[in-house]
Every structure is written in structure tokens, then in C-alpha cells.
């Protein structure tokens, strides 16, 4: 099976900083990945790279074996660290927005799970709430039928509730013949629900490989073998 | 995929530029009134008249506020969706730079030309009632016009000729609007590359960039006048006026060159925008 994401010696520098330092790795379809590390470990670097948000200094990132432009960016779902829909928008002008700009989204799905949660479309985003805006973001992303989906710190700063909204969403909603990369570091809350995990650190890949193995070799949870990776 | 860029840029646009258009419009309308009214000797008094008054200083100013909210609404539109959180949504659309850069210069030059249209429309409808124009003044007017043409057309001035000034006119208008919003999104796109202090950097990169085209055009100015060309120019252009086609002939290449010195400068500026955006985009 050809990779959906691959990456060969890829760096990225901001200024003398090296964000990323010749990672290589590889990630097939079907897969739902930790990208796990700590904070300024470089996971959120790698995610807008494979966005086209920002441009490698060294090697490359492939998507579906082309370099990230237009056409990635249609089979790529893309879930940012922050809030960045646009205020003055309601729920209903997104749909429209998301209906308009991508081939692969489902509408009648968002506007199932918009009802679920009893979030009117006629509501203006800036009137929501933070967690009520980041709920639109994620159903919004999660609504269409990509081949990748790419969450950055999904489930940041949000309550345990809405914390089990998220990533039931996740996993209800995502196509099973993509690839879902969750960047985290808050690893106890998504073990569950990982099949890989990648362990990042300094600009770094530590680790790659199935969640079953680390249980089975290492003899213990993923959260317990990154605390030892990552001891201070 | 422009086409949808364009409406929904539209939609952004239009709940700030429809309103403001339409208050000054109604301005306008008030400012007119109040002159009619002023002149009729309606309404003796004082305070009545202060208020006609405020009435046509209110439309001035509403002309003004237009003016700015059109370059504010094409400078902050252009930042904060391209360049803040909302450009994580927009740069992840599957559309690619040019278009996105597209889409921003052909709305904010409709919104320019909309309210330069209005502004004109308002204005003449102030002077005509300043001066009392009539219907037969317009009239007369239109005919004055027509007979200067029949005029022109007799001297050996060809309709094509005519239509050509005009169509150059009209794009030297849209060239305008197309490279002073670029010279606006150049500097952002210069400002967004560094790390920190953006709207720092992107104010001094506008005034870098301003500079850099005035030295370049006093350098050309002043190598051409140096030179021999600038006499050929200069005869050429003698010759040319000495008959009513030629004078046409003369306005057309006049047009004509400066819309190709805009034409540079706008693709440059073009240029270092969609460089600047597609192969150092920084977000913050």
C-alpha cells in the first residue's frame, strides 16, 4: 500500500532554529496515528508542512506521493491548533463555505451532528462559546470523506466531556480508508483509540510504531513508555 | 475554484461596502435636497437652515469616510484573512495563491470602481444643482458634445481612435486600482516573513517598496532625458499634435506608456506578493 504521507530528510529551520531535523517516516491509509510529543517538540511544524503552510528548508513531505499545493489540499482535512473561522460568519454561511470549496464534503453529516449538539446554524460564531466554536471546527473537519486528516491538539485545553466528544467524533466519523494523525501530548486520552504512534522530540523522530507492539514489548501503556522516553 | 473565492469574498465585502454605499448615497440625496431647499429660501429659520447645511458638510464627509473604508476594508481584509488565524482556512483551501491573490484584487477593485462611480454620480448631481442645471442645459450639453465629435470626426478623427482613448482611459482606471491594492499586499506579504512585529515590518516594506519605485522612475526619467530618445520622443510628439487625429493619436500612446510603466510595476509588485505567500508563507 503506497504511503499517504511521507517524508525524506525533512527539515525545517526558523532562523538558527531547526524546527525539524531530517525526519523520515512514512504513514499508510487506513491508520489512526499519535503524533505524540512534547510541547515545541516540532508536531505542530510537521502539520503545516503537509498544509503547505510552511515550506520545507530541507527535503520533502509528500501527500499521496505530490508535494503539498492545491490538489493534497483537497484530500487533506485540516484541523488547526486554534480557532479560525471567522467570526462574523454563521454556521450556516460555513456549510456553505465548506460546501462550495470541497468536493468531498458531506453536509447532511454536519448538519446531523450540528443537531445532535442542538448548535443552531442561524448562530454567528462569534457569538458561540470557545468550546462551542471548536465543536463547528471539528465537525465541520470531520465531515468530509478525505484521505487524510491532520488534528493539531484536538483535544487541548477542553473539558473531559467535551474531550470525549472530540475524539468520538474522531473515530465515528472519520473515512476508514484514510488516515487520521492526531498531534498531541495529552497521550493517556487518545491511547485508546490509536493504532501507531509516533514519538517526536527536538526536531526529532524518537520512535515509530504500532500501539500493539509497544504493549507487547515494552510490557506496558503507551502514556507509561512516553513519561520514560520523555523523562525531564 | 476562483469563482467561488470571488463570491465569498463578495459576501465578506459587501455587509461592510453595501451599507457604506448606501449611507452615502443617501448623503447625497440629503445634501441635494438641502441645497434645493437652501435656494428655495425653505425654512426660515436659523437652525433649520444650520441643519440643511450640516446636511451637504455631512455628505463631504460621508464621501471621505467611503474613500477610506474602501482602502481600510482592502488592507484589512487581505491581513486578517490571509495573514492571521483565518489564513489557516483560507491557505488550506484547494485553491492556489494566485487565485487567492485574484480573488482579493478583483473585489476590492470593484469596490473601488463602485464608489469612485458613485462619488462621481452624487458629485455631478451637486454641481447641476448648485448651478440650476436643467433638463434643457443637459440637453444642450449632450448636443454640445455631439457636434464637438461631428467636429472631431470631420478633422479627420476616426471613431476607433475615439472609442480606443476611451477603453484606455477606463483600463488605466482598473490598472490604477489593481496596482495600489498590490503595492498594499506586496508589503504584507514582505511584513508576514518575519517572525515578529508583522504590521512593523509591512508598514516598512510599503514605504521601502515606495521609495524603491520613485528611484527607479526618477532613474529612467533622468537617463531618458539625458539621452537623444527624449528628443525623438518630444519632436514625435510635437508632430503628432499639430493635427486634431494626431493630438487622438498622442493622447493614445500618452495612455498607453503610462499604463505600461503601471503595467511593470504591478506585475512586480505581483510577483514578490504571490513569492512571498507561496514560498515563505509564515503564519503565526
Not at chain 1, 457569538?127 to 488534528?151: D, F, H, P
Amino acid at each position: 500500500m503506497s504511503a499517504i504521507l511521507e517524508c525524506r530528510e525533512l527539515s525545517k529551520s526558523f532562523g538558527g532554529v531547526k524546527a525539524l531535523d531530517g525526519v523520515n517516516l512514512s504513514i499508510e491509509p487506513g491508520r489512526v496515528v499519535g503524533l505524540l510529543g512534547p510541547n515545541g517538540s516540532g508536531k505542530t511544524t510537521l502539520i503545516k508542512l503537509a498544509n503547505g503552510l510552511l515550506t520545507p528548508t530541507g527535503g520533502e513531505l509528500l501527500i499521496a506521493g505530490q508535494k503539498p499545493g492545491a490538489d493534497t489540499k483537497a484530500i487533506v482535512s485540516y484541523l488547526p491548533d486554534r480557532t479560525y473561522l471567522p467570526e462574523w460568519m454563521s454556521v450556516r454561511q460555513m456549510l456553505d463555505f465548506f460546501d462550495d470549496f470541497y468536493a468531498d464534503f458531506q453536509r447532511e453529516k454536519a448538519t446531523e451532528m450540528l443537531g445532535r449538539l442542538s448548535i443552531d446554524e442561524r448562530m454567528r460564531l462569534g457569538q458561540m462559546s470557545k468550546g462551542t466554536k471548536e465543536k463547528v471546527q471539528l465537525i465541520l473537519v470531520m465531515s468530509r470523506n478525505a484521505g487524510l486528516y491532520l488534528l493539531d491538539e484536538p483535544i487541548g485545553g477542553v473539558d473531559p466531556a467535551t474531550r470525549d466528544f472530540i475524539l468520538d467524533t474522531i473515530i465515528r466519523n472519520y473515512n476508514p480508508s484514510a488516515a487520521v494523525i492526531i498531534s498531541t501530548h495529552l497521550i493517556a486520552d487518545v491511547e485508546a483509540v490509536l493504532d501507531e504512534v509516533i514519538f517526536i522530540n527536538s526536531g526529532h523522530i524518537v520512535l515509530q510504531s504500532a500501539v500493539d507492539e509497544i504493549r507487547e514489548q515494552q510490557g506496558k501503556s503507551v502514556d507509561a513508555y512516553f513519561r520514560e522516553v520523555f523523562k525531564c | 475554484m476562483l469563482g467561488h473565492l470571488i463570491k465569498h469574498e463578495f459576501r465578506a465585502t459587501g455587509r461592510r461596502m453595501l451599507p457604506t454605499l448606501g449611507v452615502l448615497a443617501l448623503l447625497g440625496l440629503l445634501a441635494n435636497l438641502s441645497i434645493r431647499l437652501l435656494e428655495s429660501g425653505f425654512g426660515d429659520g436659523t437652525v433649520l437652515r444650520i441643519l440643511l447645511v450640516l446636511f451637504v458638510i455631512a455628505f463631504f464627509v460621508g464621501i471621505t469616510v467611503a474613500w477610506i473604508m474602501t482602502l481600510v476594508l482592502m488592507i484589512s481584509r487581505f491581513y486578517r484573512n490571509l495573514l492571521q488565524d483565518e489564513g489557516y482556512l483560507m491557505f488550506t483551501l484547494p485553491a492556489n495563491t494566485h487565485e487567492l491573490i485574484w480573488s482579493k484584487l478583483i473585489v476590492s477593485t470593484v469596490w473601488f470602481l463602485l464608489t469612485g462611480l458613485l462619488t462621481g454620480l452624487l458629485m455631478f448631481l451637486t454641481v447641476a444643482n448648485l448651478v440650476n442645471l436643467s433638463g434643457d442645459d443637459l440637453n444642450v450639453m449632450f448636443i454640445g458634445l455631439g457636434e464637438a465629435l461631428d467636429m472631431l470626426r470631420d478633422m479627420g478623427v476616426t471613431n476607433s481612435s475615439l472609442v480606443l482613448l476611451l477603453v484606455e482611459m477606463l483600463a488605466a482606471v482598473v490598472l490604477g486600482c489593481l496596482t495600489t491594492s498590490l503595492q498594499f499586499y506586496a508589503a504584507m506579504g514582505l511584513g508576514q516573513m518575519s517572525a515578529t512585529r508583522k504590521g512593523l515590518w509591512s508598514v516598512l516594506a510599503f514605504i521601502g517598496l515606495s521609495i524603491a519605485f520613485q528611484i527607479i522612475s526618477s532613474a529612467l526619467l533622468g537617463g531618458l532625458g539625458n539621452s537623444d530618445s527624449i528628443d525623438l520622443v518630444i519632436n514625435s510628439f510635437e508632430t503628432m499634435i499639430q493635427t486634431a487625429p494626431g493630438t487622438v493619436r498622442a493622447a493614445n500612446s500618452g495612455i498607453g506608456i503610462t499604463m505600461l510603466v503601471e503595467l511593470l510595476q504591478g506585475a512586480v509588485l505581483y510577483v514578490i506578493t504571490a513569492l512571498s505567500l507561496s514560498k515563505k508563507l509564515n503564519l503565526a
